[in-house]
């Protein structure tokens, strides 16, 4: 088929697709003029999920992201949110409302409360603003006012129903904690009684480090040790040299001097006093060294018997090893549990749940529904489509000849000739020719 044999077929079935254009065109407008408006206003609120919690110091990874906001979203249309938007509207006052819910299906077998925080439900919508952490709450309702009202509405309930939550979760988390820090408590109370009798016990006394009194006073007799003098013989004094040069001097002396000579005498005398000087220092010398020798020894015996000591009690010592290291470890879980449960409380008295709220709703001036002019032109677009479907229908069951395509389409033989058929005007004069035959013949029949 032709493009020219396609627009003789819609020419010649022009009534049709107009009349199916303008039967969808009256039923959009019927539909605009009957179907109540809606209108919808939205509130926004920050998801702070770029910092850390100011408590826990956690955040929130890119893994993770997309399901707690998911889980925000879904939150807000909870049923808790409605509830609250519920009642803080007071809803379950109004007569209106009362009256629609005593006039509800007999199936339906919600109570009332329930019931209005399901219309909220229906009318709320969120979504993420494309590119931010920024969230939209939505509602849909037939007043501007009631739809801004309640958007507010539900972004506080949202935001008090959160902070509630998160409290209520901290709060039990820090109870529960609190509990297991009493038994860690007891259990460490338990287990420094028993440390204490068996070291009471046994003579054996504990230090921080896990070792005993005896260990640590081996430790130190063999630090002792390692850093004891060694024992020497005494080395020659330094005035030994001195009274060796003197004893020179005086033999060279008395060659030259007689033996009484003054100088030969002053000589003699600081050589006695030089050398009872000398032998004290030698005889200070080898007593420092005996007794050096003495304490080493002193000192060896007591590491020895400190030895024989430990070991003989070594059996008690790891025992006590063991309980003390009992005591620790119920001391360690002890302090942690108490540090999670304080942090619990402190979360549980925070006031910030990683929310912030961007500035209030709007009243909205205009519909979001029905979109008249998508509703009119959707119906022009609907209209034409089902006309021309008709249109093609019905030639496709009535088909004709249109012009001369038609014709060779159909007898499939060449066209030798095309005769002009009268004009417009000649078929308007042969027509009312006719009127006017019909109308004398009419008027004799009558007469006879």
């Known amino acids: 088929m032709s493009l020219l044999q396609f627009l003789r077929i819609l020419w010649a079935r022009r009534l049709i697709i107009i009349a199916a254009t303008a039967s969808c065109l009256i039923g959009a407008l019927v539909v605009i003029m009957m179907v109540p408006p809606r209108y919808d206003s939205s509130a926004r609120v920050m998801l702070n999920t770029l910092k850390p919690d100011p408590v826990t110091g956690e955040f929130i990874g890119n893994a993770a992201l997309r399901t707690y906001v998911g889980t925000q979203m879904e939150l807000i249309k909870d049923y808790r ?30 109570d009332f409360r329930r019931w209005l925080a399901q219309r909220i439900i229906d009318g709320t919508k969120t979504k993420m603003v494309p590119g931010s952490n920024i969230l939209e709450i939505t509602y849909t309702s037939r007043s501007p006012n009631s739809a801004r009202a309640i958007a507010d509405a539900l972004r506080k309930a949202y935001i008090d129903s959160s902070l509630s939550a998160r409290r209520e979760e901290a709060t039990r988390n820090a109870d529960w904690f609190t509990a297991q820090a009493a038994k860690a408590k007891a259990t460490l109370d338990a ?10 016990a046994n003579g054996i006394v504990m230090q921080d480090d896990q070792s005993d009194i005896e260990t640590a006073r081996l430790r130190a007799l063999s630090t002792q040790a390692l850093v004891a003098p060694v024992v020497v013989q005494p080395a020659p004094p330094p005035s030994a040299g001195t009274l060796a040069q003197l004893d020179a001097q005086i033999a060279q002396t008395s060659q030259v001097l007689g033996a009484n000579h003054p100088e030969l005498l002053e000589l003699r005398a600081r050589r006695a006093a030089l050398a009872n000087q000398v032998a004290q220092e030698i005889a200070a010398s080898r007593a420092a060294a005996g007794a050096g020798a003495a304490g080493a020894n002193a000192a060896e015996r007591a590491l020895a018997a400190q030895k024989q000591k430990v070991i003989a009690s070594r059996d008690k010592i790891e025992r006590a090893s063991q309980l003390q290291s009992e005591v620790t470890l119920r001391r360690d879980i002890y302090n942690r549990t108490m540090a999670r449960a304080a942090q619990f409380r402190q979360e549980a008295a925070a006031a910030d749940v990683g929310i912030a709220m961007l500035g209030t709703a709007v009243t909205p001036q205009d519909p979001s529904y029905p979109n008249k002019p998508l509703i009119i032109v959707g119906a022009l677009g609907l209209g034409g489509g089902l006309g021309l479907f008709i249109a093609l229908l019905v030639e496709l069951l009535s088909r004709r000849v249109r012009g001369v395509e038609d014709l060779e389409w159909a007898v499939d033989a060449p066209m030798l000739a095309v005769i002009a058929g009268p004009s417009r005007r000649a078929r308007g004069a042969a027509k009312r020719r006719q009127r006017a035959e019909l109308s004398v013949r009419h008027d004799r029949m009558a007469r006879a």
Request: net charge negative; aromatic share 8%; charged share 30%.
């Open 81 to 110: 949110v409605a509830g609250q938007v519920v009642d803080q509207l007071g809803w379950q006052a109004d007569p209106s409302l009362i009256a629609e819910y005593q006039n509800r299906a007999t199936t339906d077998d919600r």
């Open 191 to 200: 287990a420094d009684v028993t440390k204490t009798d068996y070291e009471r």
